[in-house]
């Protein structure tokens, strides 16, 4: 956790991101990455990786018995997916903002999906939909030894310490 923790409710706050297959065969992971530093995150964690059947099937366990789902695990698998750790304060519910909705087709231009995909299908990344859900996503998709806590030096000018 950043120092001014105490004094900034919820800047500890961290929710797992990964930019799916498409979007890695796509080359937006720079686009990506670049939304979250502007908007003011911190990255604590980054990782290029080839999903394994087991984690994406823990991953996305609640849609297990969606018709989609054989179609999504072998999406997912499909290539190699960027997965990264961001923090911040309310970057849960942010990112949700910033990704925008799961049908791409009803996804607002100025989101990620609103502005890179057309389909549910494929909408080029994922976001943790709540704190809980992210705790448990994180320590899936990551050991707590790739994960870094640091200070950014632009803190004083995205929080009031
Ligand atoms: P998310 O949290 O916005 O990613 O949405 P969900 O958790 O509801 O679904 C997880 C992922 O499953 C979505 O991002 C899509 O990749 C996929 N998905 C969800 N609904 C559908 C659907 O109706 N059809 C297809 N093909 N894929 C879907
Ligand atoms: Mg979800």
Redesign the pocket.
């Known amino acids: 956790c950043p120092f001014y923790s105490s004094a900034v409710a919820g800047v500890c706050e961290r929710t797992l991101i990964a930019v799916k297959p498409d979007g890695v065969q796509r080359k937006l992971v720079g686009e990506i990455i670049k939304r979250f530093e502007q908007r003011g995150f911190t990255l604590v964690g980054l990782k290029l990786l080839q999903a394994s059947e087991g984690i994406l099937a823990e991953h ?1 366990h609640d ?1 297990r018995r ?1 018709p ?1 789902y054989p ?2 695990l072998r999406y997912m698998a499909s290539g190699p997916v960027v997965a990264m750790v961001w923090e911040g304060h309310n970057v849960v519910r942010t990112s949700r903002a910033m ?1 925008g909705d ?1 049908d791409s087709s009803q996804a607002k231009p100025g989101t990620i999906r609103g502005d890179f995909s057309v389909h ?2 494929r ?1 080029v990344i ?2 943790s ?1 709540s704190v809980e859900v992210a705790e448990r996503e994180i320590s899936l998709w990551f050991h707590s030894g790739e994960l870094i806590s640091w200070e950014t030096s632009d803190q004083s000018h995205l929080y009031q310490v």
């Open positions: 996305y849609l969606k989609f179609a999504l990704v799961t549910i299908s909408n994922h976001a939909d």
